[in-house]
């Protein structure tokens, strides 16, 4: 169905973020006292989402930033708008009035539809600008009381009026971090589910990208999709980012090193443990052959060029971690204690300020995939990475305001029980240099003289 011409229009207009196209919920009422249909423009073109909603019905959508839907109002029987109008010629189009909703950026979105098709938007910001604005007026009351009552001097009023604010914006900030930490409760005890059922689907694909585009380097198009895109947490994979000589050659300087992988023993340390079961060695990037084309170096300065692109950190190649070549080898379905990575963080992801010298972000590239097991899992984001030969996972976990990501990037390796996993991994820090690299530092990212000196 084409876009008729339109003589009365309401417009919402709200700026796409980041030029990424982002899933919102949004819930729709009619509070217009008529009928009307509800239309998602596509182009020039409409598609019906419901013909008759009536007065007083709501309708939940899942839709996305800046889609745009069209809502008629359909008059009653007698041919009657809801604005007294009587419509001459129902039969070529019986339609009303007409009004445009467009999906903003904030969650949580309930879209009124009002007497005279105004358009009223409910969301997590108007919510917020509701809350402040009564916190305020509440206080100016009050100061405004004691002014009239003799209590408070002009000097004092400023101190007044802060001292009513900050206990009750801290209350209502208490009462926000207890709403998030009971969410948060939730998403990990379903994330526990998810990851084991996830693994166990080896027919399950990569999640389905929330959007997708292309990064160009040095003349090449890398294929990339966006599967989280938060400030604090980001999840991307990029197509043919590693080659099979690059492989080749990370393979081949690992091997006389490799050895059983360890993780942080909480103490400052390493150890082994069950809930890591691979093999790994350290590959020093030969940045001095870099100029020749040396295949560890040429796929290192893409890694860092990507990373650096996608989060605006900066990172430098100075004092940073070994690239890691890690290998996991599947021994068949019965094996009872198969090759794999239990859920963890590559760094600190407890929401808190960032300690200096810690990883901020990851890039895992697949150069061998198993037959079967081996996903990636972020199990608290449900987002699920098969390995495909070539392609990189990257993900990051430092947010603009200098605190961590709260879990949203713990991730796991799925059990690996036929073929071989084989991956490239590099963890990349902030606040290392060539004066303090990142072997400096302990598990607990402490200098390592000031920790035996504590």
Excluded at 79 to 90: I, M, Q, R, V, W
Excluded at 286 to 303: F, H, N, Q, T
Excluded at 308 to 336: C, H, K, V, W
Excluded at 380 to 402: C, W
């Amino acid at each position: 169905m084409k876009i008729p011409s339109l003589t009365s229009a309401i417009f919402i207009f709200l700026p796409l973020v980041d030029g990424n196209t982002l899933q919102r919920h949004i819930e729709i009422k009619n509070e217009s006292g008529s009928r009307v249909e509800l239309y998602w423009i596509n182009g020039d073109e409409l598609a019906i989402q419901n013909p008759n909603m009536v007065n007083g019905q709501s309708m939940a959508l899942n839709s996305y930033v800046n889609h745009t839907f069209m809502v008629r109002e359909i008059p009653n029987a007698q041919g009657t708008c809801n604005d007294g109008s009587k419509y001459a010629t129902p039969s070529i189009s019986p339609v009303c009035r007409t009004a445009f909703i467009t999906v903003n950026n904030h969650d949580d979105q309930v879209i009124h539809i009002l007497q005279d098709m105004d358009i009223e938007v409910e969301d997590s910001s108007t919510i917020a600008e509701e809350v402040t604005s009564s916190i305020i007026s509440t206080c100016e009351d009050r100061v405004r009381h004691d002014i009239e009552a003799g209590n408070v001097v002009k000097d004092e009023v400023i101190d007044a009026f802060s001292s009513c604010v900050h206990p009750l914006l801290a209350r209502q900030i208490e009462k926000s971090n207890e709403e998030i930490k009971d969410q948060s409760d939730i998403r990990m005890n379903i994330g526990e589910q998810w990851e084991e059922y996830t693994c166990a689907d080896f027919e399950l694909p990569t999640t389905s990208p929330k959007s997708m585009h292309t990064w160009n380097y040095r003349g090449k198009q890398h294929e990339v999709g966006v599967l989280l895109d938060r400030d604090e947490a980001k999840i991307h994979f990029i197509k043919n980012f590693i080659t099979p000589e690059e492989c080749s050659a990370i393979e081949a300087a690992a091997a006389p090193t490799l050895h059983k992988a360890t993780v942080a023993d909480g103490s400052g340390g390493s150890q082994l443990q069950k809930s890591r079961k691979a093999m790994q060695a350290g590959v020093q990037v030969p940045w001095d052959r870099e100029a020749d084309g040396d295949p560890i170096a040429s796929v290192s300065r893409k890694l860092y060029a990507y990373i650096n692109e996608a989060t605006g950190y900066n990172i430098q190649t100075d004092g940073q971690e070994d690239l890691m070549s890690i290998q996991y080898f599947g021994r068949g379905l019965t094996d009872p204690e198969p090759d794999r990575y239990m859920p963890h963080c590559d760094g600190q992801c407890d929401g808190q300020k960032f300690q200096d010298a810690g990883r901020v972000a990851t890039m895992v590239m697949y150069c061998k995939a198993p037959l079967k097991g081996g996903a990636t899992n972020f199990r608290n984001v449900g987002v699920h990475v098969v390995p495909e030969v070539g392609t990189a996972a990257f993900f990051s976990y430092l947010g603009s305001d200098g605190r961590t990501d709260n879990r949203l990037t713990e991730h796991s390796c799925c059990p690996v029980l036929e073929g071989e996993k084989k991956i490239a991994v590099q963890w990349l820090r902030l606040g290392v240099d060539n004066e303090n690299p990142w072997n400096s530092f302990n598990t607990l990212n402490v200098k390592h003289g000031l920790a035996e000196s504590m």
